[in-house]
């Protein structure tokens, strides 16, 4: 070369453009590869590669999403479950507490009456053996 440096040639680098290939991602086209008309057929390559990334991005993007809306609407069902749930649990846990609530009351009054009803008996007793 005029400049000095070393081209792809003197470099043992001529490879018919396989260079071009282990460096997809490169936006700039291998400069002895023809002129204009090359360049815009390794930028046309290169757009379709991207548009071609980009839909498959697209898709991946699109699975996720579907997947993400599948798992808040199964959360959204599992919680509406449990409410549900919820719900009937502190119905019977309000049913259970009244129950235990009047047991606890009538108990109370039994045993009322039953000291009262001893008492009585203890004073007939003493009336029995005054007479």
């Known amino acids: 070369q005029a400049d000095g440096g070393v081209s792809d040639a003197d470099a ?3 490879n ?3 260079s071009r290939g ?3 991602g490169s936006a700039k086209p291998d400069a002895s590869s023809g002129g204009k008309g090359a360049d815009d057929s ?3 390559r290169l757009l379709r590669k991207m548009q071609s990334d ?3 991005f697209r898709r991946e993007r699109a699975n996720v999403e579907r997947d993400l809306v599948e798992a808040k609407d199964s959360a959204r ?3 509406s479950s449990i ?3 919820l719900a009937r649990v502190e119905g019977e846990l309000e049913f259970l507490r009244e129950s235990h609530r009047r047991l606890t009351e009538s108990t109370q009054q039994q045993a009322r009456e039953l000291d009262a ?3 009585r008996a203890s004073d007939l007793g003493a009336r029995v053996l005054e007479h």
Do not use: K, L, T, V
Request: glycine share 16%; net charge negative; charged share 35%.
């Open 77 to 79: 069902e599992e919680a």
């Open 22 to 24: 282990a460096h997809e």
């Open 54 to 56: 980009f839909e498959a």
């Open 12 to 14: 043992g680098g001529d």
């Open 83 to 85: 409410r549900s749930q």
């Open 117 to 119: 009803a001893r008492q």
């Open 16 to 18: 018919g453009g396989a």
């Open 42 to 44: 390794e930028y046309a």
